[in-house]
Antibody
């Protein structure tokens, strides 16, 4: 059974870059059948898809974040990562990593990690 | 972007009730729609894919239907653990989008 686990700083200062990593265990991160996504959720609000990467390194980003976002994949470490630059309080949210398949149905999720942007 | 509008946003019901949640897309998405259940403090759980395919392990009281721009999630007999929040998601085109959520509350 695949398991995903997010890690990263809980607190980030405004205008800085937040870096999060998702570690994958229990299955191959290199399979062509899967896509690796980031999704976030501000407290009490709806889910927002951030972007995804496939095993070839091809990415799709949410246009609302595109200019500040980088998602990368490290198959040797069984990890994929998110970097979001120039953060503001509006980026405060629980960030989830997820595995998509059959397109982008999210069958497997990490437990989520809270990122707070504050000075 | 394709906007998904769920109705209602809040639904008050009792254990044993049959309820229906609607998800309307701003443009046609064929059957590229999923439903998730999210318990407080937890990641969402995929219930239904391709508008009506029940995922393994999901109770049969859940069902989905629809195509194009209008979709429904029906729970035939509410159980206590069902009083949480539900989201629809479209994957017809990028960016992937979610509805605003429907919160089920115990009456």
């Amino acid at each position: 059974q695949v398991q995903l686990q997010e890690s990263g700083p809980g607190l980030v200062q405004p205008s800085q870059t937040v870096s999060l990593t998702c570690s994958v265990s229990g299955d191959s991160i290199s399979s062509d059948n899967y896509y690796w996504s980031w999704i976030r959720q501000p407290a009490g609000k709806a889910l927002e898809w951030i972007g995804r990467i496939d095993t070839s390194g091809s990415t799709n980003y949410n246009p609302s974040l595109n200019s500040r976002l980088t998602i990368s994949l490290d198959t040797s470490k069984r990890q994929f990562s998110l970097k979001l630059s120039s953060v503001t309080a509006a980026d405060t949210a629980v960030y989830y990593c997820a595995r998509g398949s059959g397109g982008s149905y999210f069958f497997h999720w990490g437990q989520g990690t809270l990122v707070t942007v504050s000075s | 972007d394709i906007q998904l509008t769920q109705s209602p946003s809040f639904l008050s019901a009792s254990v044993g009730d049959r309820v229906t949640v609607t998800c309307r897309a701003s443009q046609g998405i064929s059957r590229y729609l999923a439903w998730y259940r999210q318990k407080p403090g937890k990641a969402p759980e995929l219930l239904i894919s391709a508008a009506s395919t029940l995922q393994s392990g999901v109770p049969s009281r859940f069902s989905g239907s629809g195509s194009g721009t209008e979709f429904t999630l029906t729970i035939s007999s509410l159980q206590p653990e069902d009083f949480v929040t539900y989201y629809c998601q479209q994957l017809n085109s990028y960016p992937i989008t979610f509805g605003q959520g429907t919160r089920l509350e115990i009456k």
